[in-house]
């Protein structure tokens, strides 16, 4: 069953299902319309260019993977 919205989880592993979105499932036994999978990433270098501040990548129709990038003088926001 899909639920209308957007959920966004957050994962240090970006590779493997979020606890949250088991939970989730388990909880409601449903899916939003759209989920995103989201990790903020600390790069080895102090500033990290806009340009390359965020990487989105399709995973089927109803996740996508949201990987964002600061260096480790930034501070996110």
């Known amino acids: 069953q899909l639920m209308s919205g957007t959920a966004v989880f957050l994962t240090s592993d970006p590779a493997s299902a979020p606890t949250a979105l088991m939970h989730s499932l388990k909880h ?7 989920n995103v ?3 903020v990433v600390t790069a080895q270098q102090p500033v990290v260019p806009d340009s390359e501040r ?3 990548e399709t995973v ?12 480790y003088m930034e501070q996110p926001n």
């Open 54 to 56: 965020v990487k989105m």
């Open 28 to 34: 409601y036994k449903a899916l939003h319309e759209q």
């Open 60 to 71: 089927n129709e109803l996740f996508m993977r949201v990987t964002l990038t600061f260096g």
């Open 37 to 39: 999978i989201l990790s």
